[in-house]
């Protein structure tokens, strides 16, 4: 085994401590890399706080994760010591069934390992460990290469929030001549505007915050609209062809969809902890749609990340020390951070 040093909540609820625990020791398929940066998603917070399941405990949070190779099993034909890598949601599926063979991992009908809070089945039947770490041991086909031209802090955060809104905009095709509503401008959303830019469309940014409206300008978008402005509201009625809804928070669906044209798609990649409210009215009048997306596979990971090296696309971040990241869950709660916290992870 491999002992290690990371940051854990020892019980649900609870601030996260200093922990030393254990890894598995590298099988010949493996990959180990030291950590370097691991961004911090909402999903941590709420992960360690049981919002929205049992988790496993001790929990080390964190899947946003880029480091370097320390060492590779000798199997492994992707990856040399040194290179520049990353892991982000999740690290092993089951490989048969039809959605791993067509290289969406994310969907497995055996249920992906998660990268953390998760127990991983098809290897050792341990708890999985994130990147508020030292190192990791992951699986060679779950791990990605980072071009090395990218900030590396600021790539952290591709691995869960540049995923999370590359995939859908691709699997929906948006593009030139699309015209692309982001609902929220946060962690998600300041990343769904980047990609919609760089893939040609029109970009409107949805905010109830006035504050947000220059940063959505240097992001890129096009227009803003304050949607707790009744007569911008209105002026933006049946609009957009996709509205990309990055909303943690609850709030009413219904209302946004109002937004769309006729055919128009209404995409959820948020997770309120509530359910939405969806009257049919809502969906038969215009023909519109109410569609979820989570990550992508590995593949299209990939993909996301070589088109981020081409395009020197990355996340805006905050770098933080490893003892800091209680009060970023604390400013995070209060969406104060533009837009991603990141740990250093040589602070810990």
């Avoid at 598995?24 to 998603?41: E, H, M, N, S, T």
């Avoid at 699986?139 to 980072?146: A, D, G, N, T």
């Avoid at 982001?182 to 409107?204: D, I, N, P, Q, R």
Wanted: aromatic residues 8%; hydrophobic residues 35%; negative net charge.
């Amino acid at each position: 085994m491999i002992s290690t040093k990371g940051y854990a909540a020892m019980n649900a609820g609870e601030d996260l401590v200093e922990w030393t625990f254990e890894r598995r020791d590298l099988g010949p398929k493996d990959v180990q890399f030291d950590i370097l940066f691991c961004g911090v998603c909402h999903s941590d917070l709420h992960q360690i706080r049981n919002d929205w399941f049992e988790g496993i405990f001790p929990m080390v949070p964190g899947h946003e994760i880029v480091g370097r190779v320390a060492k590779i099993g000798d199997e492994v034909s992707k990856f040399k010591v040194g290179d520049l890598v990353g892991t982000g949601c999740m690290v092993d599926s089951c490989g048969k069934c039809e959605s791993c063979h067509d290289g969406e991992e994310q969907y497995c009908a055996e249920g992906n390992i998660q990268t953390y809070n998760n127990v991983n089945k098809y290897t050792d039947g341990m708890p999985t460990y994130g990147g508020y770490s030292k190192t990791i041991v992951v699986k060679e086909e779950f791990v990605l290469h980072v071009p090395e031209n990218l900030d590396i802090a600021g790539t952290a955060p591709l691995l869960c929030a540049g995923i999370t809104t590359y995939s859908p905009l691709r699997h929906w095709k948006v593009g030139k001549g699309s015209k692309l509503a982001v609902l929220g401008l946060g962690g998600l959303g300041h990343m769904a505007v980047k990609f919609g830019v760089a893939f040609g469309a029109e970009v409107t940014v949805l905010s109830t915050s006035e504050s947000k409206r220059e940063d959505a300008k240097r992001l890129g978008a096009h227009h803003f609209v304050i949607t707790t402005n009744k007569d911008e509201f209105k002026a933006a009625a049946k609009s957009f062809d996709f509205i990309l809804d990055t909303v943690s928070a609850e709030h009413d669906i219904a209302s946004y969809m109002s937004l769309l044209k006729t055919n128009g798609t209404h995409i959820c990649v948020g997770v309120p902890p509530k359910p939405a409210q969806i009257p049919p009215f809502s969906l038969i009048m215009s023909r519109n749609s109410v569609a979820g997306s989570m990550i992508g596979g590995i593949a299209e990971t990939q993909e996301m990340l070589d088109f981020c090296g081409e395009h020197n696309i990355t996340s805006d971040v905050e770098v933080i020390n490893m003892n800091y990241i209680d009060e970023a869950y604390s400013r995070m709660e209060k969406n104060d951070v533009k837009y991603r916290f990141v740990i250093d992870m040589t602070t810990l």
